[in-house]
C-alpha cells in the first residue's frame, strides 16, 4: 500500500513533522529504529525545553511525551525498533526498505518522505587530538547515555574538551551524580554553547571554561586507561602556546566538539549537497532538490533548542502535505549565498513555484561580532537591513523574507556587517 | 608436554600456527593481549606489497613474492578479504623517473608478475585523482590489500580447529632450559613444557629473545607509524594503492583504498624509545597530510574518521632474522619482520617449518588436516534477497545494530560465541566492523555492550573496552537499596 508521507526519525523532527501532515489528513507511516519514540529527548533528563512551543518548561522526556500523546491521539501509524536501510525514488514514487527483528525485510512506498533523521556526535578521529588512544575517551552524549538511560557513570574524575551544550550539561550532570569536573576547554576565544548553559552548568558549580584552550596531550597507563591530559592555550592560528601547559589527573575525558547531520540514507539519491551545514541544500519549503524528499531538524541543521527543531519539522511536514495536494514544477531556484563571516544559511534555494510557503531563514555567524547589521541583498537591492547585537556561532539567527520582495533572477546574499 | 610453545598472535604467529596444525604436533599459542592481532598486526597499511622495493635475493623479497602468491590461495580457503587493487609508484620530475626505472629493474630481478612503467595520462584512466605533478608511473598489478587482522583470526581458527591451543592474556615472563625441555612460565604463576618455542613477538623479539639467549644477533629499534582513515564514502577516490618513491625510512606516506571503502592515509616514520606507545601527534599527522598531497589532488581530509599509530618491529639485522638460536636447540626466532611481513606472513611460516625446522622430518603430516574455513555471513554486503533469506533462518539478522556499518544482532551475537570469540566492544568491532563507521561506535557501542552483557551473563560494570582492566564503567547509579 502506497502512503502519502513517510517520516523518517521519531524524535522531536519526526513527530512534529508526523502531527503537521496527519493533521492535514495525509496518510502517515513514522519509522523509529529504537524501541521507543522521542529520540535523543530520552537522555536529555535536564530541563529547558518548552519554551519557545508550550511557553513552558519541561524536562526532555516531558517535552517528547506532549508529542507522542499527539501523535497517539492522531493515530498515527508508526514503526519501532525498525532500522531504515535503503531509500531510493523511482518515477514519482520512493521505495523504502527496513530491517527488523518483527518483520525482517520490509518494503514500503510513499509519494512523500520526510527525513528527521538528527545528527551524530564528532568524534576523536574527526580532530587530532594528540597521545594514546586509551579507553576513558568518550562523546558527551554517549556518556549521557550510559548515565541517564542504563545507570552507569563512565568515570569519576572528568575533563571535557568543547564548550558545545552537551558537553556543558554533562558537566553539571556528572557532577551532580558525585563525580568531580575538573574544567571545560573551548578552542574557540568563546563558548559553543548556549549563554544559559555556561551560566547554569558550570558558573553554578565553579567548573572552570579555559577558553582559546585545547587538550594537547593524553596519556594512558600500561592497561590503556586514561591517566592524564594536558591542556594548552592557543594563539590565533590555534597553536598551542609553550610555557601554557596545565596538566589533569583524570579517567574519562568527555568530547563536545559538534555534532554533525546524519543523511547517509540519502547517498543513493541525486540531491545536493551542502558543504557548509555538511547536510543538503533545501528549498524554502524544506524540501531537497529531489521533488518530494523533505529535511528538517539536526539531519537539515543542527540547532540549539529542541524547541527550533519541533517548528521547523512542522512546517516541513505542512509542506510535505502540501506536495501531496497540489501539482507543482520544482524549480532549481534563486540561489541563497553564505557571505561575509556567515558560516551557513538555510534554505540554500527560493523555490517561486513554493510561493505559498513563508520563508524563514537560519544562519549562524562564523565568528563572535559584538555589533553586526545583517544585509540581505539581492541585485544590489537591499531586501533586509538590521542591527544584531551580540552574534556568536552558538546561537542560530533566523530572519523572515517576503517573496514579493525577491526577483526572478541574481543570487540572494547573505552577510554579516562589523559595526565599530 | 607441548611439541611446539608459539608465543604471539599476530599475522605471524597465527600463520605458523596453521601452518604446523598440518602435523600431527602439540601445540599451543600464547598471546599477551586479550586478542589475537592486537598490536602490530592491528594497526598496519594493511597492504600485501608486489615486491618493488626489497633487496633482490634477501629473504625479504624471496618471501614476499613468495607470500603475495600464497594469499590466493589463503583466500579460497580461509575465506578472507582480499582487494585486488594492485599499486602505481609514483615519480614527479626526471630524477624521480631514473629511480622509478631502478625500482623497475629490482622489481624484473624480484619477479614481480606485470611490472612495468607508464605514462601518467594512462595512469589517470583508471586512477582520475592522480596528483597533476605525477609524470611517470610504475605499475604493480599484484599488490593487494586485506584486514591483517582477519587473516589472523582466519589462521588461527583454523588452527585451532585442527587441534592447536590457544591461550590469552598469556604473558610469557620466564624461560628456562631444562636437560630435553624447556620450561615456559606464564603471568608469573602457570608453568607450561615443551620441547620447541617458536619467539614470534614482533616488537618484543629481542626481549624474549633474551630471556634465554645471552647474546641476540638483532636489535629491535621500533619505529612509529602514523595515519588518518577517511570514510568509507570516499570509496573510488583512489582505486590502487598510490606509493611514493621508496626511501631509507621505508615505503613513505601511502594512500591505500581499503576493502569495505575506507582510505588509509599514511605512515610517516619515526624511531621511537617505547616500543609499546602508539600515541598519534600534530607533527606526525601534519606531515603526512603534507605527503598525502604529493600523490593525489585534493586528499578529502575533511572525511578523517580516525586517526591512530602503529609500531614496525624493524631491527639492525635490515633482513628478516629467521633463525634457530645459536646457543639453544629448539628456540627459534623471528627478530625484525617489519614490512613486508604481512606480505610474507604465510610464506614465512612455511620457510620456518620447511627450511629452519625441518619438519617433515620430525613430525608425521597429520592426515585429518582441513583447510577450510567459513567467515560468517556480512549482512551487509547481500543482495536485499539475500538478506531476506537469512533473516528467515536466523531473525536475529533483522535487528541492525550498527548503522554506519549495516551490523547485525546476529554477527554480534556469533562474534560473542565463536571458539576465538570476544568480549570486549574492541574484539567485536574487529570481528564485525560495529563501530568502524562514521560515527565510531557514538551509536551503537551502548548495543554492543548490551548484547555482550546478555550473551555471557555478566554485569556492564565487568565489560571492557579492549584489556581485562578497561572496563566501561566506573560505578552503577540505579542500585536498589
Not at chain 1, 539531519?299 to 501531496?324: C, F, M, P, T, W
Request: aromatic share 8%; net charge negative.
Amino acid at each position: 500500500m502506497k502512503r502519502d508521507i513517510i517520516v523518517i526519525g521519531g524524535g522531536a523532527g519526526g513527530l512534529a513533522a508526523a502531527i503537521a501532515a496527519k493533521e492535514e489528513n495525509k496518510d502517515v507511516l513514522l519509522i523509529e529504529r529504537e524501541d521507543r519514540l522521542g529520540g535523543i529527548l530520552n537522555q536529555c533528563i535536564h530541563n529547558g525545553f518548552g519554551l519557545e512551543v508550550f511557553k513552558e518548561e519541561y524536562t526532555g522526556p516531558e517535552y517528547a511525551e506532549k508529542f507522542i500523546e499527539k501523535a497517539r491521539h492522531l493515530k498515527i501509524d508508526y514503526l519501532l525498533n525498525t532500522t531504515v536501510i535503503s531509500l531510493t525514488k523511482e518515477e514519482d514514487e520512493f521505495i523504502l526498505y527496513t530491517s527488523s527483528l518483527a518483520e525482517g525485510i520490509q518494503k514500503y512506498t510513499s509519494k512523500a518522505v520526510i527525513m528527521t533523521t538528527g545528527c551524530y556526535e564528532r568524534t576523536r578521529g574527526s580532530i587530532v587530538i594528540p597521545g594514546d588512544r586509551p579507553k576513558g575517551v568518550i562523546t558527551a552524549g554517549s556518556a549521557q547515555r550510559y548515565l541517564n538511560i542504563d545507570g552507569y557513570m563512565v568515570g569519576k574524575k572528568v575533563f571535557i574538551l568543547g564548550s558545545g551544550d552537551i558537553g556543558l550539561i554533562m558537566a553539571r550532570r556528572m557532577h551532580l551524580e558525585g563525580a568531580s569536573v575538573l574544567g571545560v576547554a573551548e578552542l574557540m576565544p568563546y563558548s559553543n554553547g548556549l549563554t544559559r548553559n555556561i551560566v547554569q552548568c558550570l558558573n553554578d558549580f565553579d567548573i572552570p571554561l579555559y577558553l582559546s584552550h585545547t587538550v594537547t596531550e593524553v596519556v594512558a597507563d600500561e592497561k590503556h586507561r586514561l591517566t592524564q591530559i594536558t591542556i594548552q592555550q592557543v594563539n590565533e592560528r590555534f597553536e598551542p602556546i609553550q610555557g601554557t601547559e596545565k596538566k589533569f589527573d583524570v579517567d574519562t575525558l568527555l568530547l563536545s566538539i559538534g555534532l554533525i547531520p546524519d543523511v547517509t540514507l540519502l547517498d543513493n539519491l541525486p540531491v545536493e549537497t551542502d558543504p557548509l551545514t555538511k547536510s543538503v541544500k533545501i528549498n524554502q519549503a524544506c524540501e531537497t532538490s529531489v521533488p518530494g524528499l523533505f529535511i528538517a531538524g539536526n539531519s537539515l541543521q543542527v540547532h540549539d533548542l529542541a524547541d527550533n527543531v519541533s517548528k521547523e519539522s512542522e512546517r516541513a511536514g505542512h509542506h510535505a502535505a502540501d506536495y501531496i495536494d497540489m501539482k507543482r514544477t520544482k524549480e532549481k531556484g534563486i540561489p541563497v549565498q553564505a557571505g561575509d563571516h556567515i558560516l551557513y544559511v538555510t534554505p540554500q534555494y527560493i523555490d517561486f513555484s513554493w510561493g505559498n510557503a513563508e520563508i524563514i531563514c537560519s544562519f549562524r555567524s562564523r565568528k563572535k561580532i559584538e555589533k553586526a547589521a545583517l544585509n540581505v541583498t539581492q541585485n544590489g537591492k537591499t531586501l533586509i537591513r538590521k542591527r544584531l547585537n551580540f552574534v556568536v556561532p552558538a546561537e542560530m539567527e533566523t530572519f523572515e523574507l517576503n517573496i514579493e520582495d525577491i526577483d526572478g533572477i541574481g543570487d540572494i546574499r547573505v552577510d554579516l556587517e562589523v559595526l565599530s | 608436554m607441548y611439541d611446539f610453545v608459539i608465543i604471539g598472535a599476530g599475522v605471524i604467529g597465527t600463520n605458523i600456527a596453521r601452518e604446523l596444525s598440518r602435523y600431527q604436533t602439540k601445540a599451543i599459542v600464547l598471546e599477551k593481549e586479550n586478542d589475537v592481532a592486537n598490536v602490530q598486526s592491528l594497526a598496519n597499511s594493511a597492504i600485501i606489497h608486489a615486491g618493488h622495493n626489497p633487496e633482490p635475493g634477501s629473504l625479504k623479497a624471496r618471501l614476499n613474492i613468495w607470500g603475495n602468491e600464497l594469499y590466493d590461495e589463503l583466500e579460497k580457503e580461509l575465506d578472507i578479504p582480499l582487494l585486488r587493487s594492485g599499486a602505481y609508484v609514483v615519480a614527479h620530475n626526471e630524477s624521480e623517473e631514473k629511480q622509478l626505472e631502478h625500482y623497475l629493474q629490482i622489481s624484473l630481478q624480484n619477479k614481480v608478475p606485470g611490472a612495468k612503467i607508464i605514462s601518467a595520462e594512462e595512469a589517470r584512466i583508471t586512477e582520475p585523482n592522480l596528483a597533476l605533478s605525477i609524470t611517470k608511473v610504475l605499475t604493480l598489478p599484484t599488490t593487494k590489500v586485506t584486514y591483517p587482522w582477519e587473516v589472523a583470526f582466519a589462521c588461527m581458527e583454523n588452527a585451532m580447529k585442527n587441534g592447536v591451543e590457544f591461550r590469552k592474556n598469556a604473558l610469557v615472563t620466564k624461560l628456562e632450559q631444562k636437560d630435553d625441555h624447556y620450561l615456559v612460565t606464564i603471568n608469573n604463576k602457570d608453568r607450561i613444557e615443551t620441547k620447541n618455542i617458536i619467539n614470534a613477538t614482533g616488537v618484543a623479539t629481542d626481549d624474549i629473545a633474551a630471556l634465554l639467549d645471552s647474546s641476540v644477533e638483532f636489535k629491535i629499534t621500533p619505529r612509529k607509524g602514523e595515519y588518518f582513515v577517511l570514510d568509507k564514502h570516499m570509496k573510488g577516490f583512489v582505486n590502487h594503492v598510490l606509493y611514493p618513491l621508496p626511501t631509507e625510512a621505508g615505503k613513505g606516506v601511502l594512500l591505500t583504498p581499503q576493502v569495505h571503502g575506507e582510505i588509509l592515509v599514511g605512515p610517516n616514520s619515526v624511531f621511537v624509545e617505547d616500543k609499546y606507545r602508539t600515541d598519534v601527534s600534530f607533527e606526525g599527522l601534519a606531515y603526512v597530510k603534507a605527503n598525502a598531497g604529493l600523490l593525489a589532488e585534493g586528499v578529502p581530509f575533511h572525511k578523517i574518521i580516525r586517526s591512530f599509530a602503529g609500531i614496525r618491529s624493524t631491527s639492525n639485522y635490515h633482513d628478516f632474522y629467521i633463525q634457530e638460536s645459536k646457543e639453544h636447540k629448539g628456540f627459534f626466532h623471528l627478530g625484525g619482520i617489519e614490512s613486508p611481513g604481512l606480505s610474507a606472513a604465510p610464506a614465512i611460516a612455511k620457510y620456518l617449518l620447511s627450511d629452519v625446522i625441518g619438519i617433515d622430518s620430525l613430525y608425521p603430516k597429520n592426515e585429518t588436516f582441513d583447510p577450510f574455513r567459513k567467515k560468517q555471513p556480512e549482512f551487509h554486503s547481500l543482495s536485499l534477497a539475500e538478506k531476506q533469506h537469512l533473516i528467515e533462518a536466523y531473525p536475529t539478522y533483522g535487528n541492525i545494530i550498527c548503522k554506519c556499518e549495516q551490523i547485525t544482532e546476529k554477527e554480534i551475537v556469533d562474534a560473542i560465541h565463536a571458539p576465538l570469540g570476544s568480549h570486549t566492544i574492541k574484539g567485536i568491532k574487529k570481528r564485525t566492523r560495529a563501530g568502524a563507521g562514521l560515527c565510531q561506535g557514538g551509536y551503537c557501542e551502548e548495543k554492543v555492550m548490551k548484547l555482550i552483557a546478555r550473551e555471557t551473563g555478566v554485569s556492564p560494570l565487568s565489560i571492557a573496552y579492549d584489556s581485562d582492566d578497561s572496563s566501561l564503567f566506573e560505578e552503577e547509579t540505579k542500585v536498589e537499596e
